[in-house]
């Protein structure tokens, strides 16, 4: 694994486990770095001071907070530093709690947390944990800081291995009577349908069926740019027309579940005929994957009737 980003311990009771904090996702986004067109030199970025218009040295920076009256409160790191919280070596377990009364809107970054060393009493002290914590089905909700800062946590089981979950505090999110639902009821008729199209598209979760189209697309153009060759970008589709029937809709929906059918709504060709031997009932990312299949160049930057094209040559 990477280097660990904490180590301390579980602390429960009097009992302390000791772990070391690892990230559990990594960064697969595609990068890039800021040039000049002109002439592609790097742009660098630099701090300057709006009234002296001249660059301040980083230890020269402060920190303001607005109020709401428009005025600032100028603080210093000393300033900062007094409100920082106690650093630790531990997480601090508080209690445990069922998994599934914890509503995923409060999950912000997992981690994996390991064993520390290969002293016996410590793999057997985080064994024990793992044990006690599956044969329960409840996660540990604690605090821990790292770096400088204090984060509410989940710890739960996850494939025999302890994982850490920092988490939103209560008032961090934001609540649900704020939002505008609009509308009226619906008709018992459409959520009679409604409830038919989920039940036709139900399927169980795996995650290994679902891959980041747009960054193997990228990675396509950058190679086809690396080799000079021609990108072009699709047509935008227009978006507009009148509001939708949502029971025709929802009956053509459940139709096309049923029979497998894709729910592309640019289905036709331009003059309104079906072609491609099948292949406009196939949404423009699973024509996509049949393109890569078949290693048909130029895919990545081609339109959905491109697509079709192309694989019905």
Not at 122 to 151: C, I, P, Q
Request: net charge negative; proline share 5%.
């Amino acid at each position: 694994m990477a280097r660990s980003l904490w180590t301390g311990s579980i602390s429960f009771g009097l009992v302390n486990v000791p772990v070391a904090l690892y990230s559990a996702v990594r960064d697969l986004d595609v990068h890039f770095r800021q040039l000049h067109e002109k002439d592609g030199a790097p742009i660098d970025t630099r701090r300057f001071c709006s009234q002296e218009d001249k660059e301040v040295p980083f230890e020269a920076i402060g920190h303001g907070y607005d109020l709401d009256d428009a005025e600032q409160v100028v603080l210093t790191d000393n300033d900062l530093a007094a409100a920082a919280p106690r650093k630790t070596r531990t997480i601090d377990i508080e209690g445990f709690v069922d998994v599934d009364e914890v509503d995923p809107i409060y999950f912000d970054h997992p981690y994996f947390l390991a064993p520390v060393g290969e002293a016996e009493g410590n793999l057997r002290a985080y064994k024990l944990l793992v044990k006690v914590m599956e044969s329960t089905d409840r996660a540990a909700l604690g605090r821990f800081v790292m770096r400088t800062k204090e984060y509410l946590v989940l710890v739960r089981v996850r494939d025999g291995v302890l994982s850490l979950t920092t988490m939103r505090f209560h008032d961090e999110v934001r609540p649900t009577k704020d939002v505008d639902t609009g509308g009226r009821k619906p008709a018992k008729a459409q959520i009679d349908a409604a409830v038919a199209l989920v039940e036709a598209l139900a399927a169980d979760w795996d995650p290994s069926r679902y891959t980041d189209y747009y960054r193997e697309r990228l990675l396509e153009v950058i190679e086809r740019k690396r080799k000079g060759k021609r990108i072009r970008a699709p047509k935008s589709s227009d978006a507009g027309g009148p509001p939708p029937d949502i029971m025709a809709a929802l009956k053509e929906s459940l139709e096309r579940a049923r029979s497998g059918q894709g729910f592309d709504r640019d289905g036709e060709g331009d003059d309104g005929s079906d072609a491609g031997d099948g292949l406009t009932d196939l949404s423009r990312d699973e024509l996509y994957e049949r393109a890569q299949k078949e290693d048909v160049p130029g895919r990545s930057s081609m339109s959905r009737d491109e697509l079709i094209e192309a694989l019905s040559g």
